[in-house]
């Protein structure tokens, strides 16, 4: 059972360059998230989605695109990427409700330069 | 807005000791869970413990146990017989308002010494 998976673990990028990192999970879960963890600062919320077809801001969601097309996959794009995009960003799924524990995948250390 | 405070950024322990992680939250909501994640030095985020709100009794999972207090809006880790594989950071959680999204504290990064 794979859980949740993100690809790629690592990765560098130059300033104004565009990519998308990868979120899958197998477990039917509805409720899909991205964090970005910055030193000290935990973890905050970029985007999250309840759902196929719907998508909803965080608390840091400049720079950032998602879409939800099917329930297993979540992917987040970044546009035009800025060295405050610098961070480790983690993918996140939950079946739904209150006091349903959410899973997370390893991470994605992006560096940009 | 809701906010989750950890204030503690590091915590030390020795081997076989207890200790004890802090965290306190603010939210209107009356029945809620409370969760705290462990991340080791492989950055995997794992569970190590939840409560719900309504229930009066603190959660135990084996050396692990919260100390609820809901009128402080409180909810703090208590980690027993301590050992090296403890130390990681530790992070406090809750959903937000409308139970969609989790929300996490700055995390408490605790060292375990032999």
């Known amino acids: 059972n794979a859980g949740v998976t993100q690809t790629p673990k690592f990765r560098i990028l130059k300033i104004g360059q565009s990519m998308t990192l990868q979120c899958a999970q197998d477990m039917n879960h509805n409720y899909m998230y991205w964090y970005r963890q910055d030193p000290g600062m935990g973890l905050k919320l970029i985007y999250y989605s309840v759902g196929a077809g719907i998508t909803d801001k965080g608390e840091v969601p400049n720079g950032y695109n998602v879409s939800r097309s099917t329930t297993e996959d979540f992917p987040l794009r970044l546009e035009l990427a800025a060295p405050s995009q610098t961070s480790v960003y983690f993918c996140?799924?939950?079946?739904?409700?209150?006091?349903?524990?959410?899973?997370f995948g390893q991470g994605t250390r992006l560096t940009v330069v | 807005a809701q906010t989750v405070t950890q204030s503690q950024p590091e915590m030390s322990v020795q081997e076989a000791e207890t200790v004890t992680l802090s965290c306190t939250y603010d939210?209107?909501?009356?029945?809620?869970?409370l969760f705290w994640y462990k991340q080791p030095p492989s950055r995997q985020m794992i569970l190590v413990i939840r409560?719900?709100?309504?229930?009066?009794q603190n959660a135990t999972e084996n050396r692990f146990s919260v100390n609820f207090q809901k009128a402080a809006k409180s909810f703090s880790l208590k980690i027993s017989d301590s050992q090296l594989g403890d130390a990681a950071m530790y992070f406090c959680a809750y959903p937000n308002q409308a139970g969609t999204a989790l929300i996490f504290g700055k995390g408490t990064t605790l060292s375990v010494s032999s």
């Open positions: 409560q719900e709100a309504y229930k009066q």
């Open positions: 939210t209107s909501e009356s029945d809620y869970y």
């Open positions: 996140a799924s939950r079946a739904g409700g209150e006091g349903t524990e959410a899973f």
